[in-house]
């Protein structure tokens, strides 16, 4: 079958570059994804949305998204999932600078986003404890999303426009000729294509691999913990990062919690996910280890239950920021790969500016080379406020 551009991977990235693509007149568009859309990392993501970062370039970025994750119905037809609760992020006085600068530029940038003293959080959060707090960076109209029925929506919208989607359809191997992606062999027949765009996230380097090619990824461990919270804890609460603490956590329903580390694993890198298992049991062990940095904070989170956990992987590079960018080997892959775990809230704006790219278009949310895989080797890596790539 042949295709002007064919997407592998059904993940959030790939579902909003078919969507942009197929609605931005890019021809014949096919979606290929080997089990079904949702199914890799972005069904294991807790799909925070935060605008707190330390670049102009990502902060644009994940403005741009969020306002189609809180207008999904309307701008591209189905549901998000989106629900603004706000998100408020904590620092030590040894982060309060950056603090300051980032909402700095936050702001100048359109972002709504001020600092809180710890009596104005106390006022929002009765039950917190300021130990170790100098100040909190605020988003009244931030939150968190449904990661799987987001990139249901793209897809759905692609197909809409045009697009195909073939679901358990997996690239078994890739045909190249010279510097030209020829042919992708799949379980589904082959595929050729003027543009493949390589959207298989945390598999990136074993997608590569069939080229003879990588990008500098690494594969990171991640372990979500649930809460299920007292009684003096129901309803909803903001989306929090505590940088003193190393968690972050948002609700799940009236009753629940999830939560996560901000740093993920970085100890035990692997190269792909084939070094994990990622049907591993969240135990005892990281329930009392997140269990204490919760109740240092909030400690009336140590009455909350342990409801189980999951384990999901990042795509990390070495600036914790995305690939995204036609390869350096092959003139007709296009990379979308890296998200360094925080992709999700940057999906729209991804498959904005991948498309935008791939179509020849003078016009860019940001300037392509920020994000060009070139930066690994001019090094020229963007810079980070904080000790926490995650929140880069
Ligand atoms: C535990 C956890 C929590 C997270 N929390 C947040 C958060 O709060 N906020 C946030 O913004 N981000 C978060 N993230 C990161 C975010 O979820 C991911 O960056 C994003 O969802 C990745 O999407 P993707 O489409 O790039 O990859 P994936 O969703 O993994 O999609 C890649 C797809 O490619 C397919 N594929 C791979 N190889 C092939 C092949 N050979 N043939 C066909 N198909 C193939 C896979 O089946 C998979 O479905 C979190 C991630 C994890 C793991």
Same mark, same amino acid.
């Given at each position: 079958?042949?295709?002007? *551009?064919?997407?592998?991977?059904?993940?959030?990235?790939?579902?909003?570059?078919?969507?942009?693509?197929?609605?931005?007149?890019?021809?014949?568009?096919?979606?290929?994804?080997?089990?079904?859309?949702?199914?890799?990392?972005?069904?294991?993501?807790?799909?925070?949305?935060?605008?707190?970062?330390?670049? !102009?370039?990502?902060?644009?970025?994940?403005?741009?998204?969020?306002? *189609?994750?809180?207008? $999904?119905?309307? /701008?591209?037809?189905?549901?998000?999932?989106? &629900?603004?609760?706000?998100?408020?992020?904590?620092?030590? !006085?040894?982060?309060?600078?950056?603090?300051?600068?980032?909402?700095? $530029?936050?702001?100048?940038?359109?972002?709504?986003?001020?600092?809180?003293?710890?009596?104005?959080?106390?006022?929002?959060? #009765?039950?917190? %404890?300021?130990?170790?707090?100098?100040?909190?960076?605020?988003?009244?109209?931030?939150?968190?999303?449904?990661?799987?029925?987001?990139?249901?929506?793209?897809?759905?919208?692609?197909?809409?426009?045009?697009?195909? +989607?073939?679901?358990?359809? =997996?690239?078994?191997?890739?045909?190249?000729?010279?510097?030209?992606?020829?042919?992708?062999?799949?379980?589904?027949?082959?595929?050729?294509?003027?543009?493949?765009?390589?959207? &298989?996230?945390?598999?990136?380097?074993?997608?590569?691999?069939? /080229?003879?090619?990588?990008?500098?990824?690494?594969?990171?461990? =991640?372990?979500?913990?649930?809460?299920?919270?007292?009684?003096? /804890?129901?309803?909803?609460?903001?989306?929090?990062?505590?940088? @003193?603490?190393?968690?972050?956590?948002?609700?799940?329903?009236?009753?629940?919690?999830?939560?996560?580390?901000?740093?993920?694993?970085?100890?035990? @890198?692997?190269?792909?996910? %084939?070094?994990?298992?990622?049907?591993?049991?969240?135990?005892?062990?990281?329930?009392?280890?997140?269990?204490?940095?919760?109740?240092?904070?909030? !400690?009336?989170?140590?009455?909350?239950?342990?409801?189980?956990?999951?384990?999901?992987?990042?795509?990390?590079?070495?600036?914790?920021?995305?690939?995204?960018?036609?390869?350096?080997?092959?003139?007709? +892959?296009?990379?979308?790969?890296?998200?360094?775990?925080?992709?999700?809230?940057?999906?729209?704006?991804?498959?904005?500016?991948?498309?935008?790219?791939?179509?020849?278009?003078?016009?860019?949310?940001?300037? #392509?080379?920020?994000?060009?895989?070139?930066?690994?080797?001019?090094?020229?890596?963007?810079?980070?406020?904080?000790?926490?790539?995650?929140?880069?």
């Amino acid at each position: 079958m042949r295709f002007d *551009v064919v997407v592998v991977g059904g993940g959030s990235t790939g579902t909003s570059i078919a969507y942009y693509l197929s609605a931005n007149g890019a021809g014949r568009v096919a979606l290929l994804e080997r089990n079904w859309v949702g199914w890799g990392q972005t069904g294991r993501s807790t799909a925070v949305v935060r605008l707190h970062y330390s670049t !102009p370039e990502i902060t644009k970025m994940a403005l741009e998204s969020w306002r *189609v994750l809180k207008d $999904m119905e309307k /701008l591209v037809g189905g549901p998000s999932g989106f &629900t603004a609760v706000g998100f408020m992020m904590f620092v030590g !006085p040894e982060d309060y600078d950056g603090l300051r600068k980032n909402v700095d $530029m936050q702001r100048s940038v359109g972002v709504n986003s001020r600092i809180l003293q710890p009596d104005e959080v106390r006022q929002i959060l #009765p039950y917190v %404890s300021s130990t170790g707090m100098a100040a909190a960076a605020y988003e009244p109209e931030s939150g968190y999303a449904d990661p799987v029925a987001t990139a249901q929506t793209f897809s759905s919208a692609a197909v809409t426009n045009g697009a195909k +989607l073939f679901e358990k359809c =997996e690239v078994k191997s890739v045909k190249a000729d010279g510097r030209r992606v020829e042919r992708l062999e799949t379980s589904s027949g082959y595929f050729e294509a003027d543009v493949v765009v390589n959207a &298989t996230g945390v598999w990136c380097n074993d997608f590569l691999a069939m /080229l003879g090619a990588e990008v500098p990824v690494a594969i990171m461990k =991640e372990e979500i913990v649930v809460w299920k919270r007292p009684e003096n /804890l129901r309803g909803l609460h903001p989306v929090v990062g505590d940088l @003193p603490n190393n968690f972050y956590m948002r609700p799940f329903a009236d009753h629940h919690t999830y939560m996560g580390s901000i740093n993920p694993d970085t100890e035990n @890198p692997g190269k792909t996910p %084939s070094a994990f298992n990622l049907e591993e049991k969240v135990g005892i062990d990281t329930a009392g280890r997140y269990g204490d940095a919760v109740s240092n904070r909030f !400690p009336d989170f140590a009455k909350a239950e342990f409801a189980g956990g999951w384990v999901g992987l990042y795509d990390v590079t070495p600036d914790w920021l995305p690939v995204v960018g036609f390869s350096r080997h092959y003139e007709n +892959l296009f990379n979308a790969v890296g998200m360094s775990g925080h992709g999700f809230k940057l999906a729209p704006a991804i498959g904005m500016h991948s498309s935008n790219i791939i179509l020849g278009k003078k016009q860019h949310i940001i300037e #392509p080379s920020f994000l060009d895989e070139k930066r690994f080797v001019e090094k020229k890596l963007a810079e980070k406020t904080y000790r926490y790539g995650v929140i880069s």
